[in-house]
T-cell receptor, first 115, second 114 residues
């Protein structure tokens, strides 16, 4: 069965410092992986996705993630945090290479950014 | 940018009552979904809907739940007789095609069953 594990429930960084949100996946298929972000009172927004093309994926707002099959990881990074990055981040796997978007979510990581 | 709109943002109901959660998907989208998140738990898939019928549903989506697209713009989730354990944030989503991960989510309806 497919699953994702987000290794940190909370991450706190200072503005201008790097962000690292960790995600490990489990999938018997070649997975499609995503990061979604949810700002307060907003919908879930797609940050980036990996679907078996380039292993380093660039997303919106300066975020990127690297798919590492040997480590079954898909960590989200950003070189320099901004106050507006404070939100909840979800690592997500789709069990199908093309299908009905039956997404499987991780538990979420709440990112706090301090001045 | 087009958005998925959900109403109401908060809904309080008594156990055993019927509730209808409403969603307006993005206008040219053809695929519709409901997900939910119980407090402290993961976001979980409930159902997907295409061409006026359910494409797939999870084991959570039992006979108490139904979905409908009553007109060209709304997509609803009905819970026939609410239980305490139905309390959760319900997210509607839509996509233009079946391409993986191209979902646009609404901001959710917080359902509280008392």
């Amino acid at each position: 069965a497919q699953s994702v594990t987000q290794l940190d429930s909370h991450v706190s960084v200072s503005e201008g410092t790097p962000v690292l949100l960790r995600c490990n996946y489990s999938s018997s298929y070649s997975p499609s992986l995503f990061w979604y972000v949810q700002h307060p009172n907003k919908g879930l927004q797609l940050l980036l996705k990996y679907t078996s093309a380039a292993t380093l994926v660039k997303g919106i707002n300066g975020f990127e993630a690297e798919f590492k099959k040997s480590e079954t990881s898909f960590h989200l990074t950003k070189p320099s945090a901004h106050m507006s990055d404070a939100a909840e981040y979800f690592c997500v796997v789709s069990p199908f290479s093309g299908g009905y978007n039956k997404l499987i979510f991780g538990a979420g990581t709440r990112l706090a950014v301090h001045p | 940018e087009p958005e998925v709109t959900q109403t109401p943002s908060h809904q309080v109901t008594q156990m055993g009552q019927e509730v209808i959660l409403r969603c307006v998907p993005i206008s040219n989208h053809l695929y519709f979904y409901w997900y939910r998140q119980i407090l402290g738990q993961k976001v979980e898939f409930l159902v997907s809907f295409y061409n006026n019928e359910i494409s797939e549903k999870s084991e959570i989506f039992d006979d108490q739940f139904s979905v409908e697209r009553p007109d060209g713009s709304n997509f609803t989730l009905k819970i026939r007789s609410t239980k305490l354990e139905d309390s959760a944030m319900y997210f509607c989503a839509s996509s233009e095609d079946q391409g993986v991960g191209k979902l646009f989510f609404g901001s959710g309806t917080q359902l509280s069953v008392l």
